[in-house]
């Protein structure tokens, strides 16, 4: 009864095609995202004289590599958008951009705010922000972040699945 709910693209893609794929983009884009993260984090203190994101737990102050958790969440929430409503709905690049980033901006805050509640370590803190782990600019970050990831594993390491392809019979 719950294959019915499903449209018809989700139904004859299996579970494990999604966790092949999402291991080996976790493998892959996660640090290459990480790597983004850092050029983005110097280039805002060149423009303004601070960094706009700080790692109070870590001994390096501007990084952290407790954050490639947050890369590789992610990675996960682009790659189970695309496959389950993305691409099933045949949305246009732009509406699957400014989703993903919403998505991904609200899961920054998210993982921040889940990582000092369970672990009392902070992940991230965006300072003189009111929402503490992310901030309104941020979407212009992720905005890239979310094109970039598109343009990786669609046209330079092809990392999504050909199922679009006719079955062989």
Known sequence: MNAIALPAGAQRRPFSLYARVLATQILYIAPLLWLLELSQNQAWKAVNGTYGWVYPDSPYGW???GSMVLWAGSVFLMWTL???WFHPKGMKLWTRVA???VVCWVGE????????ELTGKHLH???GTTLVYVSFPAIFFWVSNVIIYHLLTAYVIDLTPDYDAPADV
């Open 125 to 127: 803190v965006w300072p």
């Open 99 to 101: 989703i993903a980033s």
């Open 63 to 65: 990084f952290s590599f």
């Open 109 to 116: 805050w998210v993982g921040g705010f889940m990582a000092v």
């Open 82 to 84: 695309h496959y389950y």
